[in-house]
């Protein structure tokens, strides 16, 4: 990619934080439950989505994990960005 780095950054981050927080080198591996939270309250505004997904978490005794959630979002068709 070409020119600086901030707007290089500012690019990927616009596709998926993630990403851009990756590119930086900055570990993301132990995020989950900040990345849940905050994609819980993004994606799942739609009330029907929050109950299945509360109703998914009901027999869990440990806190949802990034990749349970992309998982829910993927069998709802909900693109995680």
């Known amino acids: 990619m070409h020119g600086s780095p901030c707007r290089t950054i500012m690019k990927i981050q616009e596709v998926n934080p993630l990403l851009a927080l990756e590119a930086l080198q900055r570990p993301v ?39 349970a959630l992309k998982a829910f979002m993927k069998t709802k068709n909900i693109d995680i960005k």
Request: aromatic content about 10%; glycine content about 0%.
């Open 29 to 67: 591996s132990h995020w989950d439950d900040l990345i849940v939270f905050l994609n819980e309250r993004k994606l799942l505004v739609d009330t029907e989505r929050r109950r299945s997904w509360e109703v998914k978490l009901e027999d869990s005794s440990i806190p949802p994990t990034y990749k």
